[in-house]
């Protein structure tokens, strides 16, 4: 099948009690790795792109790969989705470039504002068969040029949802309930820690997702900064060369309980970089003769696989939902 939207996807996981992942995209190995790991579980998968991955890759380059993947999967669902458009002009460009879904993150700006721009992206995407996703509330941390200040962060006020979504006709909608970007999602003085040392979170806010649902039924919810840090990546990376002291994310089992609920998409980016990162270092911390990218990329594209997989099967349940 050709690539799709978001909306039979989001229709099935919401009433079927899962979430499909969003799996940011920058080279060939990350597209293959999470293709590959939907295709093997038959799962709906989103690839998505950023500003940066496109200045990174360029839009034609991550067309193909994106297609090729398609080709290598023809029975998988997969939509192609712009992550943070920060204006009209960028998701324009994406949807005439062959995005299928495309976000307009106005959520730093004033309501009135956001509503105003997101339901101008609205109106040129839904003439073109794109759908929309857009945000209400901030969240804290850094995401390539989305950076924002601890301290500068609000939850998504309830309230204002209704509104939001009439007035917008957005398809989706993303929320601040206390995931944050990046792989350093909370400072050490927020969190407890647990009997091993480790950094444990503050509980994701499911009381504002439960009163977001009760106002908006049957409505797709989208968590974004939903990487959980995989401890064992994170001391894989110290123990070869690096240096990422108290990198923490967000409890997979908070995930799986929201991905339940009417939460229907959930952004991983940071772990996939960890998850390439850490296998990198080992290799070649490992073999240090080796100099041939095929030597080192290739267990890195297989813990993208790994890891993918494992998020399909114990935190989204997209697997077997083709
Ligand atoms: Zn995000």
């Given at each position: ?66 297609e ?82 601890a ?9 204002e ?11 989706s909608?993303?929320i ?15 969190c ?22 009760k ?10 900064g ?19 002291p108290?990198?923490?994310?967000i ?36 073999n240090?003769?080796h ?10 594209r ?21």
């Open positions: 099948m050709p690539l799709v939207t978001t909306t039979e996807m989001f229709k099935k996981a919401y009433d079927g009690g899962y979430a499909v992942g969003a799996f940011n995209v920058n080279n060939m190995e990350i597209v293959q790795g999470i293709t590959e790991a939907a295709g093997e579980l038959r799962s709906p998968v989103i690839l998505q792109v950023s500003k940066g991955a496109r200045a990174y890759a360029n839009h034609n380059y991550l067309m193909k790969m994106v090729a993947a398609v080709l290598e999967n023809p029975e998988i669902p997969i939509a192609l989705h712009l992550d943070h458009g920060d204006s009209f002009e960028l998701c324009k460009s994406c949807i005439d470039g062959g995005f299928t879904s495309v976000m307009i993150d106005m959520s730093s700006k004033p309501f009135e504002e956001n509503i105003a721009i997101t339901r101008q992206v609205v109106e040129y995407a839904h003439a073109h068969g794109v759908v929309v996703e857009a945000e209400l509330g901030t969240l804290e941390g850094v995401e390539d040029e989305v950076v924002v200040e301290g500068q962060a609000s939850y998504t006020r309830p309230e949802v209704e509104e939001f979504v009439t007035r917008t006709g957005c398809d909608l993303a601040a309930i206390g995931t944050s970007h990046g792989a350093y999602k909370f400072r050490p003085e927020q407890t820690r647990n009997e091993k040392g480790i950094l444990v979170p503050p509980p994701l806010r499911f009381d504002v997702l439960e009163e977001v649902s106002r908006l039924p049957g409505f797709p919810i989208v968590l974004h939903s990487s959980s840090v995989p401890q064992e990546f994170v001391a894989m990376v110290n123990e070869y060369g690096g240096n990422m108290d990198a923490i994310g409890p997979e089992e908070q995930l799986r309980k929201a991905a339940t609920l009417s939460v229907c998409k959930i952004n991983i980016d940071s772990d996939i970089r960890l998850a390439m990162t850490a296998h990198v270092r080992k290799h070649l911390a490992e240090p003769s100099f041939d990218p095929r030597q080192y990329l290739k267990p890195a297989q813990a993208v696989k790994d890891m993918v997989a494992h998020k399909m099967v114990h935190v989204l349940g997209s697997n077997d939902k083709i």
